[in-house]
Structure formats: structure tokens, C-alpha cells
């Protein structure tokens, strides 16, 4: 990734900033650095190089046959907030996690009542202002054991008289998992390429709920 840094992160989880207006030295690494998991780097890569010198590319440049080794990890959610961000496609083993064919559910009633406003705001600056973002994530098994995954967020570009949708990967770092429930979010970044935001992104920023922290904004 062109020298994208990390623009903001919550506190949850270890090694968050506690103090207003500190920067986290790690926080400088690329944005892939900060992607722990292989599925994650592997998509962000190949989504930036199809984007070339654009925010984001359009959907019709993201070619399953390209990263076919990670279709099983990958979705697509429709950008309706009163259907709770459907999922339009959904990978194999997205679906096994999930227990279920989850095609035209809702992406964000996954989440706790806790988490939920936080992920639709996500959700939100990832479509509206074409950040990526990616989060780490918590989850319940039927057996009761905590379960930790990484969450990669990514636009694609608007087109005209066509639905806003975003693409992403939701993959586990444990092994033999089954069903999950109750998501959480433990941390969240958003991604930029050092370019100013705009006013409006600032704002939406502000507003997100959770400690922040900005880094490269002038």
C-alpha cells in the first residue's frame, strides 16, 4: 500500500493509547503491517493494486477468478442501513462460521447491542468517504469459547444510478470453530493514503463512539 497510514483507532483491547492526543508508535506501520491475518493482507493488496491511483476500484475490477484461494473468506454487503447492511454474497466459510447460509441477513445484527452502533458507524465512513478499515473481532461458539477473528473493510467506487455496496474478509485466527454469535469489536483502524480528509469525514470521525486517536490529519 503507497504509504497508508492509520487514521484513528479505538481503545479496546491491549496496547490502545490511553492518554488524549497521543499516537501509538506501532499505529505508523502501513496498513498492511497492521493486518494480522494472511486473508486480510492478501485482499487488501490485491483490492489496492486494482484501484490503482483511485480511492477505491469498481466492483466490475474485482475478479473472483484472482483471488480464488480466498473466496471462502470473503463477502459483499449491500450499503442499506434499514436492512441492516445485508450481506449480498457470502464465502463458504464466512457461511460455516455463521452457521448458516447467511445471504440477504444482516450483517450488523451480528453484533452485540453494545457493538452495533459502532460497526454501523464503520460501515458508514467505509462507503460514504471510501476508507478502508480493519478491526479486530470477538465471538461466542456454541460451546461457549471465546473466538478471535480479523474484520477487513473496503469501498468500492460509487456509480451512478447503482447500489453502494463494500467488500471485506472475515476470517478466524482459531481452528475447528463452531457456530459464532454474539460479535464484538476489541479495535478498529481506518486506512488513508495521507491525503486530507474531507471536512465531512472529519466530523463523522468526531462523532464515533470510543476513545480516538488522529494521526496525519492537517
Keep these: 500500500m503507497d504509504g497508508a497510514q492509520p487514521v484513528l483507532h479505538n481503545n479496546h483491547g491491549e496496547g490502545a493509547c490511553t492518554k488524549a492526543g497521543q499516537v501509538c508508535p506501532a499505529e505508523r506501520a502501513t496498513g498492511q503491517d497492521r493486518m494480522k491475518h494472511p486473508s486480510s493482507r492478501e485482499f487488501f493488496a490485491y483490492w489496492d493494486k486494482m484501484r490503482g491511483n483511485a480511492p477505491a476500484p469498481d466492483r466490475s475490477d474485482v475478479e473472483p477468478s484472482a483471488v480464488r484461494e480466498l473466496l471462502g473468506d470473503i463477502f459483499v454487503l449491500s450499503y442499506d442501513a434499514e436492512a441492516g447492511y445485508p450481506f449480498r454474497v457470502a464465502g463458504t466459510r464466512v457461511c460455516a462460521l455463521l452457521g448458516r447460509d447467511v445471504k440477504d441477513q444482516s450483517f450488523s445484527a451480528l453484533f452485540t447491542p453494545e457493538a452495533r452502533r459502532e460497526i454501523e458507524d464503520m460501515i458508514t465512513i467505509v462507503a460514504e468517504e471510501t476508507l478502508p478499515a480493519i478491526a479486530g473481532v470477538t465471538a461466542t461458539s456454541e460451546s461457549g469459547e471465546t473466538a478471535h477473528l480479523e474484520l477487513l473493510l473496503l469501498p468500492f467506487s460509487a456509480r ?50 470510543g476513545f480516538m486517536v488522529y494521526e496525519g490529519l492537517r
Design 160 to 209: 451512478t444510478h447503482a447500489p453502494v455496496s463494500l467488500t471485506g474478509v472475515l476470517a478466524p485466527f482459531e481452528s475447528e470453530l463452531s457456530k459464532l454469535g454474539n460479535f464484538g469489536l476489541t479495535s478498529y483502524r481506518y486506512l488513508h493514503r495521507q491525503e486530507k480528509l474531507l471536512p465531512r469525514a472529519i466530523r463523522k470521525l468526531q462523532v464515533a463512539r
